[in-house]
Every structure is written in structure tokens, then in C-alpha cells.
């Protein structure tokens, strides 16, 4: 039971452009939720969090958004580099600091 | 900021060893750390959650006698694969509980085991 999708495995998005990750979740109890950035064979990095008390949460070029009725969040890389080229992980927890449920993943490539 | 330190970064091991992984918060005490698990192409799995002092939460569909879990200080906790098999290849992350950061959580750098 996948209670975290990211129903995209990949994206391509050129450099400059906006770079807009999906994230959908089941289940009700999560009220925190993160994004992590990761490469092969390292631990994920955190980029940035958001509480189910807002909607939006930004940080430099990312933005998280979180819409608790559609039970889905996303996140907008803004203008996208190709530094950003990584696997891209949301999370949930039930409260923060609970164990964390990661997403599927989705492996952006920023081009030139 | 906090860090997390896991050793080894890879092994390779023989069907039937066992191995030890190692997770360290350096700079900060952790009274809960998590263990995970990614296969090639996979998410991150949680396998087990390690309390100082007390026994390791263990995820459904994870068998406590393979995955040996110790977290016997703030500072350390231990993952040990015992009797590895082949489809116990696969890549490990430990995170520890972390109250000063701005998310919770801090990740070591994971470890990927090979079993031949």
C-alpha cells in the first residue's frame, strides 16, 4: 500500500524554466510533509518542509504548495539548473518528527 | 548543522555472513533512529525504527531476527544483516531524530551492500 505517489518517474525541463514536481498522499493523519533531494548512492538531502497549517512554504527557488483537500502537494523549482538534476523524494509524517513515508520518486533532468 | 555519520559506505559479503552497519549522530544526541532500505529505482523503505534503550519498531514485512537492530547510546546505533543472501543486496540509510533541525531528520550518507 503506497500511501506516498509521485506518479511521475521523470521530467525534463531546460534550464531557466520552472521545474514542477507532483506528489499525491492517502492518508489523512500526515500533517507534515517534506521534499529531499538525492543522488545514486547518497542519503537524501532535505530542500524544504511544509506543516498541513499552510499552503505554501518558500524557500529561494523552491516552493513547496500543499493542498490538504486534494490530499496532494507539489513542487515548483524555480528557474531550474542543471545542478538540480537529482531524484527528487517527497515524505509525510504524522507529526513532525514521526517516521517518514517516502514518495516513489521522480528523477528530474535540467538541460542546457 | 548536524551530522550523521554511517560506515561503511559499501560491502561486499558472502551468502551466509553476516554485517554490521554503523549509524552516529556526531554532534548530537539521537533517541530515535530510523533504519530504511532502497532498492535500484525504489523509494526508501522503512524497515525499523531504534529507540535508546529499548527494542526497534519493526515495519510490517520486516523480520526482526535478520535485521538486528542496537541502539545501545545516544550516539550509535547498528543495523546487522545476519545470514546474507543475495536479495539482501540492496542500499541502507540510517536518520536520527534531530530536535535543532529545521526539518527533524538528518540522513547519513547510506550504505550499499553487496552480497555474492
Known amino acids: 500500500d503506497q500511501q506516498v505517489k509521485q506518479n511521475s518517474p521523470s521530467l525534463s525541463v531546460q534550464e531557466g524554466r520552472i521545474s514542477i514536481l507532483n506528489c499525491d498522499y492517502t492518508?489523512?493523519?500526515?500533517?507534515?510533509f517534506l521534499w529531499y533531494k538525492k543522488y545514486p548512492a547518497e542519503g537524501p538531502t532535505f530542500l524544504i518542509s511544509?506543516?498541513?497549517?499552510?499552503d505554501k512554504n518558500e524557500d529561494g527557488r523552491f516552493t513547496v504548495f500543499l493542498n490538504k483537500s486534494a490530499k496532494h502537494l507539489s513542487l515548483h523549482i524555480v528557474p531550474s539548473q542543471p545542478g538540480d538534476s537529482a531524484v527528487y523524494f517527497c515524505?509525510?509524517?504524522?507529526?513532525?518528527?514521526?517516521?517518514?513515508?517516502f514518495g516513489t520518486g521522480t528523477r528530474l533532468q535540467v538541460t542546457l | 548543522g548536524a551530522v550523521v555519520s554511517q560506515h561503511p559506505s559499501w560491502v561486499i559479503c558472502k551468502s551466509g555472513t553476516s554485517v554490521k552497519i554503523e549509524c552516529r549522530s556526531l554532534?548530537?544526541?539521537?533517541?530515535?533512529m530510523f533504519w530504511y532500505r532502497q532498492f535500484p529505482k525504489q523509494s526508501l523503505m522503512l524497515m525499523a525504527t531504534?529507540?535508546?534503550?529499548?527494542?526497534?519498531?519493526?515495519e510490517q514485512g520486516v523480520e526482526k531476527d535478520k535485521f538486528l537492530i542496537n541502539h545501545a547510546s545516544l550516539t550509535l546505533s547498528t543495523l546487522t544483516v545476519t545470514s546474507a543472501h543475495p536479495e539482501d543486496s540492496s542500499f541502507y540509510i540510517c536518520?536520527?531524530?534531530?530536535?535543532?533541525?529545521?526539518?527533524?531528520?538528518?540522513f547519513g550518507s547510506g550504505t550499499r551492500l553487496t552480497v555474492v
Open positions: 536518520s536520527a531524530r534531530d530536535g535543532r533541525s529545521p526539518n527533524g531528520y538528518t
Open positions: 515524505a509525510a509524517s504524522a507529526g513532525t518528527a514521526s517516521k517518514l513515508t
Open positions: 492518508n489523512s493523519m500526515f500533517d507534515y
Open positions: 531504534s529507540n535508546e534503550g529499548s527494542k526497534a519498531t519493526y
Open positions: 554532534d548530537f544526541q539521537a533517541t530515535t
Open positions: 511544509i506543516s498541513s497549517i499552510k
